[in-house]
């Protein structure tokens, strides 16, 4: 079955960086769209990034320029780069598949001094 870990969340300051990594299986990962989507306390979720299965890549506007998707499919592994980390990032982010089927359980990033 379809399964997505999430992983690399953690507690940073107000302009520090992080990569979050979500580990894919049970699909053949490289074909497929990914997604990356962030839910910040008491908000609704909010689409962050994409990736086509050819690489191109797609942001939200209040994320461009700080934010990088990637993915390598030999290791069947989505990324995002965080920089420049803001504490209107904190949330719990998402990785999601191509139509947002499936899930992660999603990683907890905390921008906090």
């Known amino acids: 079955q379809v399964q997505l870990v999430e992983s690399g969340g953690g507690l940073v300051q107000p302009g520090g960086s992080l990569r979050l990594s979500c580990a894919a299986s049970g699909f053949i990962f490289s074909n497929y769209w990914m997604n990356w989507v962030r839910q910040a306390p008491g908000k609704g979720l909010e689409w962050v990034s994409a990736i086509s299965s050819g690489g191109s890549t797609h942001y939200a506007d209040s994320v461009k320029g700080r934010f990088t998707i990637s993915r390598d499919n030999a290791k069947n592994t989505l990324y995002l780069q965080i920089d420049t980390l803001k504490p209107e990032d904190t949330a719990v982010y998402y990785c999601?598949?191509?139509?947002?089927?499936?899930w992660g359980q999603g990683t907890q990033v905390t921008v906090s001094s």
């Open positions: 999601a598949n191509e139509l947002l089927q499936y």
